[in-house]
Structure formats: structure tokens, C-alpha cells
């Protein structure tokens, strides 16, 4: 098996998980995201709660329908044998990541760190939208190796979520700092990996996911 059906199988194994573990999280462990929220002290505005619920459903919802729709989009078989669906697939991502950035529009101002993190998730929001436009751009001018780069940069971003978590239990567990500064700098780092991975997956050639 090549590196790239290698890479392409970690990368939807990694994807299917995150999908799964992220909708038990809000079906069955935590559906009232206790263990977050119990991290929001001293916001500068009183988090308006049945309204964040709501939004960070539609927002959870949609990312775990980019997620799928991404990993799928970067299979060579359903590409040369369903173009259609890889088309129609791909406005399925555009639409889902455009939801997930609106919704993390309104959630950004409540976020966990205060105003740092909330300017984090903004330049977050800018940044994927203009990678995406950038993809779809791309393959509107039929350049596809650049199409399949760009959406490489676009779909890291689906890992936003356990990045950022990933990354503050490390500045919680390793460096002792306390939660909302290990999250805003878990957000920062977050944004500084998830640009930094797939610009070395294409410089080292490693982009037949
Ligand atoms: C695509 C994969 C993503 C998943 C599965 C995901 C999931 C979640 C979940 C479950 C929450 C609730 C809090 C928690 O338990 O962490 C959340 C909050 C949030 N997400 Fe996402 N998210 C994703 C991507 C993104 C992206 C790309 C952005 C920004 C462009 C974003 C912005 C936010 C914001 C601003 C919050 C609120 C944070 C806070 O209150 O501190 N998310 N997300």
C-alpha cells in the first residue's frame, strides 16, 4: 500500500473517531457540557444559556457534517468513480463549514480566556473561510493539484475542536497553568498547528490523502 492510501486511512480512522466521540459527548456523556462550562469564570458578559445551547448544537452538528464530508471528498476511488457526488459532496462541506464559522461567530464573545480567545476564534473564523474560498476558487479554474492543497489546509481545521483540548490539558497537566490561560494558549497553538501540519504534508509530497 502507498504512503498515500497510508495517510488517507489514518486520516479518515482519526476522523470517524473524533466524529463519534464528539456526538457521544453531547448525546450520552455531558449533553449539558458540565465539564466546560464549569470553566467559565469571570466573563465579561453573562453567557445567555438556552441561546449558547442551541447555537453550539447547530455548531457541533455541522462540524461533525464537514468532518465527514471532508474525509470522504479526499478518497481517489469515490472521486474517479463518483465525480458527481464528489461535487455535490464538496458544496455539502463549503455549506457546513460556513454554519460552523457563523455559529462560532456568536460563540466566540463567551469563549473560555476572555477577549483573547474570542479575537483568536474571529482570526480563526476569517482565516478557514478564506482557505475554503480559496479551494473552491482553485478548482473553478480547474487548477486541481492546488484545489487538493488548499482543501488539505481547509479540512486540518476540522481538528480545531481536539487540538484545542488536547493542547490545554497539556499547559493544565504539564506546566500547572490554570484552565482559561492553558485554553486560550491551547487556541493559539491550536491555529499555529493546524496551519503548519498540512503545509508540511504538501512540501514533503505527502498529499495523496
Ligand atoms: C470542525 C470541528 C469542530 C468541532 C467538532 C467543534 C466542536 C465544538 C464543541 C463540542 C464546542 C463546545 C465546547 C467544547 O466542548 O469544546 C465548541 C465550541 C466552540 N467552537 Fe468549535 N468545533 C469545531 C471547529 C471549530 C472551528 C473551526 C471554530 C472556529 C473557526 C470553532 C469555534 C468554536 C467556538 C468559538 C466555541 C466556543 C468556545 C468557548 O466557549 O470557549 N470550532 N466547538
Request: charged fraction near 10%; charge should be positive.
Amino acid at each position: 500500500m502507498g504512503k498515500g492510501r497510508i495517510a488517507y486511512k489514518l486520516v479518515a480512522c482519526a476522523s470517524i473517531m473524533l466524529i463519534l466521540y464528539t456526538l457521544a459527548n453531547i448525546l450520552f456523556i455531558d449533553p449539558e457540557f458540565k465539564e466546560f462550562l464549569r470553566h467559565k469564570t469571570g466573563l465579561r458578559r453573562p453567557l445567555p444559556l438556552p441561546a449558547w445551547f442551541n447555537v453550539v448544537y447547530v455548531h457541533v452538528a455541522f462540524a461533525c457534517i464537514a468532518m465527514a464530508a471532508g474525509v470522504l471528498n479526499f478518497s481517489k476511488r469515490l472521486l474517479h468513480r463518483y465525480r458527481q457526488f464528489h461535487r455535490i459532496n464538496g458544496y455539502v462541506y463549503m455549506a457546513s463549514v460556513i454554519v460552523v464559522v457563523l455559529s462560532s461567530g456568536y460563540l466566540a464573545p463567551y469563549a473560555t480566556g476572555g477577549r483573547i480567545s474570542s479575537v483568536g476564534f474571529n482570526v480563526l473564523n476569517i482565516v478557514w473561510l478564506l482557505i475554503t474560498a480559496k479551494a473552491f476558487i482553485e478548482i473553478k479554474n480547474k487548477r486541481i493539484t492546488s484545489h487538493k492543497h488548499w482543501m488539505i489546509r481547509s479540512y486540518a481545521f476540522c481538528f480545531t475542536n481536539v487540538c484545542i483540548h488536547l493542547l490545554t490539558a497539556v499547559y493544565v497537566g504539564g506546566f500547572g497553568l490554570n484552565y482559561p490561560v492553558s485554553y486560550t494558549l491551547g487556541l493559539y497553538s491550536a491555529i499555529a498547528l493546524l496551519l503548519a501540519v498540512p503545509q508540511l504534508l504538501i512540501r514533503f509530497g505527502r498529499t495523496q490523502l
